[in-house]
């Protein structure tokens, strides 16, 4: 499975393992069906939502790799 990192695409990593449509959730992203948030890396989206991208990074990647 591909390593996301903070310049990843968002359209890009749902298409790739839709199940982390919730980790988006959590940190305030409820519109993932609009083209501007699918075209957003992580750090852009972590700016805007004040999340920590690091956090968010660890989360998803843990969770793709125990796929």
Not at 27 to 40: D, Q, Y
Not at 41 to 51: K, N
Request: net charge negative; charged share 20%; with cysteine.
């Amino acid at each position: 499975m591909a390593q996301v990192t903070k310049d990843s695409i968002i359209g890009d990593i749902l298409d790739m393992d839709a199940s982390t449509a919730p980790f988006f959730f959590e940190m305030g992203m409820h519109c993932l069906g609009c083209p501007a948030s699918r075209g957003e890396t992580i750090a852009e989206a972590c700016m805007v939502h004040g999340v920590d991208v690091d956090e968010i990074l660890a989360k998803i990647n843990n969770h793709l790799n125990s796929k």
